[in-house]
C-alpha cells in the first residue's frame, strides 16, 4: 500500500522509530510476583514451616514432631505391623493431610489454580506417597533396591501412561512447588558455613560446565546440523542449565518459535528420566563416594526435581543422603540454576544485536538476570543461614539431644514428604504419548551435549574437584 | 504509540495455557515458576516471547 512502510522480514515492528514511540514499561510482574509465582510461595511456606517448627521447640511443644510423622523409618517386616502404625496414628496422619492440604490449596488458589480440581488429585497423591514410604520402610528395601524416589517415579510413570488420568489432575501434581518447598526446608538443615566453604567449588564446576555444554549444542546444533540458532539457544541452555525452565526463559529471550520449546521440553523430560536411573547406578557399579555422585548428578542432571530424586536414591544407596543431597544442592542449586538469568540476558543481547540487527527496538536489561532468577534458592539461603545462627548456641551434646530429634528430624520428615510429592508428580505428570516427536538433529545435538556433560561432569567431580565433594555429609 | 504484548489480545501468557500449550512443560518445571517471567505465546504469530516486547499487529485485549 503507498506511503505505508515496509514491514521486516520477521513481521515484526521493531525499528528504532517503534522503540521511540513504545511506552518503557517494566517487563517484571511487580507486587504481582510475589502472590502470583510458586517460587515466593515456596518461601513462604518453608520459612513458615521453620518458623513454627522453632516455636514449637522452644516451648516444649511435640505437635510438628507429631505431624511430621511418615512410615519410612518403620523398618517394619509384618504387614501386621505396618497396619497397626496407620491404626494407631490415623488421626495423625488425617490432621497432617488436612494441614498440607490447607497450606498448597489455599496458596495454589491464589495462583489460580482450581481448588475443586486440586483437592481430589492431591489427596490421591498423598495416599500414594503413604504407599511410598511404606515401600521404603520395609526392612529388605534396600535389599531389592527398592529406593522411594524411583519407585515412585516409575509407579507414577506407569499410572499416567497406563490409566488414562484426567489432564484436570495435573492441578494437585505441582512438580515444581513441592520441589522448591523442599529445597526451602532443606535449606533449615543445609550448614550455611558449608554453602561458603564449598560454594565457590560448586560455582567454577558449574561455570566450566554450563559454558561447554551450552556451546558445544549450540554449535553442533547450527554448524553440523543446520538447525535454526534459535532453536540451538533454547536447546542449548536447557541441556547446560536447567531443562525445561531454562528453555522457557531463552525461548522468550530470543522470541522463538513455540515448537522449538516444545522440543526442548521433550529432549530434556526423556533425557532427565534417563540421568535419574542412569548415574544413580553407574556410580553404583563404580562405588562411588555419595558426595562425588551427588556432585555428578548436581553437574549433569537437567532439572532439580529429577535430580534430588536421581541424588536421594544414590544417597541412599551408599548409605550417606546427606553428602549425595549436599553435593547436588551445591552443583545445581547453588551452581547451574544461577546461570539461567545470565544466559537470558546474553543471548537477549546477541538475539537483538546481531540475529535482528536493525529490527530490534527492546533494549535488552541487565534486569533480566534478576527478573529469571529462580526466587526460592533466596529461601534456601535465609533458612541456612537462620537455623545455622539459631542451633550455633547450643553444644555438641546438646544438638544431639535436644536439637535434632526436636528440630531438624521433624523439618527433615516433612522435606521428605514435599520430595516424595515432587517424585510421584514426575511420574504421574509425564505422559510419553503427548510429548512431540523432536527430530533426528535437534535429538542428535542434545544427545552429544548430554554425552559430553555427563563425562566432562563425572571426570570434574571424581577426580578434579574429588576431594572436596569427599569431605561432604560428615 | 505501539503498546507492549502483555496488553494485546494475540498474547497468552495464563499460566494453565502455557502449561496446556506444551504437554510436558509441567513434568519438571512450571509455568508458575519465576524464571517464565511472565512470557507468554503469541498466537498469531506462534512465538514464545516477552509481554515487553512489541509490533505493528497489536491489537487491545477487550
Known amino acids: 500500500m503507498a506511503g505505508e512502510k515496509k514491514k521486516s522480514s520477521t513481521d515484526y515492528c521493531e525499528t528504532k522509530e517503534c522503540a521511540d514511540e513504545a511506552p518503557s514499561k517494566p517487563q517484571a510482574m511487580g507486587w504481582k510476583e510475589f502472590y502470583l509465582k510458586e517460587d515466593w510461595w515456596a518461601i513462604y511456606l518453608g520459612i513458615g514451616i521453620v518458623l ?6 522452644l516451648n516444649g511443644s511435640t505437635i510438628i514432631k507429631s505431624l511430621a510423622i511418615n512410615p519410612g523409618g518403620l523398618k517394619w517386616s509384618s504387614l501386621d505391623q505396618l497396619l497397626g502404625h496407620f491404626s494407631q496414628n490415623a488421626h495423625l496422619y488425617a490432621l497432617q493431610l488436612f494441614s498440607w492440604l490447607v497450606i498448597f490449596g489455599v496458596s495454589t488458589r491464589i495462583m489460580g489454580i ?3 480440581q486440586f483437592i481430589p488429585s492431591f489427596i490421591i497423591l498423598y495416599l500414594l506417597s503413604i504407599i511410598m514410604f511404606s515401600i521404603g520402610g520395609w526392612v529388605d528395601a534396600a535389599k531389592y533396591n527398592l529406593e522411594p524416589p524411583l519407585v515412585a517415579l516409575l509407579i507414577g510413570l506407569v499410572i499416567a501412561n497406563v490409566v488414562p488420568l484426567p489432564r484436570w489432575m495435573d492441578s494437585g501434581f505441582r512438580v515444581e512447588y513441592f520441589i ?5 526446608l532443606l535449606g533449615a538443615t543445609f550448614p550455611i558455613t558449608l554453602v ?7 560455582l567454577f564446576q558449574a561455570t566450566v560446565i554450563s559454558l561447554i555444554t551450552c556451546l558445544t549444542i549450540y554449535f553442533i546444533a547450527t554448524r553440523v546440523f543446520g538447525l535454526d540458532k534459535r532453536l540451538a539457544s533454547v536447546i542449548g541452555v536447557g541441556g ?7 528453555s522457557m526463559a531463552i525461548a522468550s529471550s530470543v522470541k522463538a518459535k513455540k515448537e522449538y520449546l516444545y522440543t526442548s521440553v521433550t529432549l530434556v523430560v526423556v533425557w532427565a528420566l534417563v540421568m535419574i536411573f542412569f548415574i544413580p547406578f553407574v556410580s553404583r557399579s563404580l562405588n562411588l563416594n555419595a558426595g562425588v555422585a551427588g556432585a555428578w548428578v548436581g553437574t549433569s542432571e537437567f532439572a532439580d526435581a529429577a535430580g534430588f530424586a536421581a541424588a536421594t536414591a544414590y544417597g541412599r544407596m551408599a548409605g550417606n543422603e546427606n553428602a549425595a543431597i549436599q553435593g547436588f544442592t551445591l552443583m545445581k542449586v547453588i551452581g547451574r540454576d544461577m546461570w539461567i538469568g545470565i544466559w537470558s540476558f546474553i543471548f537477549a543481547l546477541i538475539s537483538c544485536l546481531k540475529w535482528e540487527k536493525e529490527e530490534c527496538g527492546v533494549k535488552p536489561s541487565a534486569m533480566e538476570i534478576w527478573w529469571r532468577f529462580p526466587k526460592f534458592v533466596i529461601g534456601f539461603f535465609i533458612a541456612s543461614f537462620f537455623m545455622t545462627a539459631i542451633t550455633a ?3 555438641t551434646p546438646d544438638f544431639n539431644k535436644l536439637v535434632k530429634p526436636g528440630l531438624l528430624l521433624p523439618i ?5 514428604w514435599a520430595f516424595i510429592f515432587c517424585f510421584l508428580s514426575i511420574g504421574l505428570t509425564t505422559r510419553f504419548r503427548e510429548l512431540k516427536a523432536a527430530g533426528w538433529k535437534p535429538f542428535g ?13 563425572f571426570f570434574l567431580s571424581a577426580f578434579v574437584f574429588g576431594s572436596y565433594w569427599m569431605n561432604l555429609g560428615k | 504509540m505501539i503498546e507492549r504484548c502483555l496488553n494485546c489480545k494475540f498474547f497468552e501468557s495464563n499460566p494453565a495455557y502455557i502449561e496446556a500449550a506444551f504437554p510436558g512443560l509441567n513434568s519438571l518445571s512450571s509455568a508458575y515458576s519465576s524464571v517464565r517471567a511472565g512470557a507468554g505465546i503469541c498466537v498469531r504469530r506462534g512465538i514464545f516471547l516477552s509481554p515487553s516486547e512489541r509490533c505493528k499487529d497489536f491489537l487491545r485485549r477487550d
Open chain 1, 445 to 457: 545435538a542434545f544427545t552429544i551435549g548430554v554425552l559430553i556433560n555427563v563425562s566432562l561432569g
Open chain 1, 52 to 57: 513454627v517448627s522453632l516455636i514449637a521447640f
Open chain 1, 412 to 416: 527433615v520428615s516433612l522435606r521428605s
Open chain 1, 180 to 184: 522448591k518447598t523442599g529445597i526451602v
Open chain 1, 114 to 116: 482450581k481448588t475443586s
Open chain 1, 393 to 395: 548456641g547450643y553444644a
Open chain 1, 240 to 246: 547446560a542449565v536447567c531443562g525445561v525452565s531454562a
Open chain 1, 196 to 202: 561458603v566453604s564449598a560454594g565457590p567449588v560448586a
